[in-house]
Every structure is written in C-alpha cells, then in structure tokens.
C-alpha cells in the first residue's frame, strides 16, 4: 500500500498544521476548509476505508470521536454545534485513502448533496 497524504503528514514528509497528536491519532488544520472550523482527525495506522474495520478496531475509532468532543470543547463550537462526517470510498466523496473524520463549525451548516 502506498503512503497516504496522511501517512506522510505523520512522518513529517509533507508539512501540515497540526492541532493534536498523540500515539494514535493526529488531528490537522483542513487545507480547504468548508466552514471556520474543519480539522481532520485520523489515526496513525493507514486504514484506507471504514470497510476495512473490525471491533478490534472499535478503541481506536472510539479515540477518533473522543478527540473531536475535546477538540470542540477546546475550540470553543460544543455548545453551538458541529458535525462530523467519515466518507467511504469514491461514491461518499472519500477522496483520501485513509480513514478520517471531519470536524466542520463555526457557521450554521446546511446539508447539501
């Protein structure tokens, strides 16, 4: 498999800005971000889809939405609200081969397709 941009961002390949890191997960700043607040959270093991999971994976993926809370409660859009999105392959808009989950705030968000 190769490296994903993610992969790469965590070895330090290819600079981003990052706003939490830990052993297992890394969160960064979205380059093209859809709202003021949008960070990608992912784990540091490439995961290319969520197909790809199992319950050995359901800490890991847990640690995944437990960082996204604690990054909203640090940044301030808990209380008035954000979501969070995981995308799955082509046809979900997945357009990066490792799993992640968007945090988007900062605005009133519509749903759109």
């Known amino acids: 498999m190769e490296d994903s941009i993610f992969t790469k961002i965590i070895k330090r390949e290819i600079k981003s800005e990052i706003i939490f890191e830990n052993e297992k997960i890394m969160a960064i700043k979205d380059i093209n971000p859809q709202a003021p607040i949008h960070f ?7 995961i290319e889809t969520i197909n790809e999971l199992t319950s050995d994976n359901s800490e890991l993926i847990s640690q995944i939405i437990l960082t996204a809370t604690e990054l909203a409660r640090k940044y301030n859009v808990a209380e008035k609200g954000y979501r969070l999105v995981m995308n799955c392959n082509d046809d979900g808009g997945q357009t990066v ?17």
């Open 97 to 113: 081969p490792h799993i992640h989950c968007h945090l988007i705030a900062g605005k009133r968000l519509k749903w759109e397709f």
């Open 40 to 46: 990608l959270i992912f784990p540091k093991e490439q």
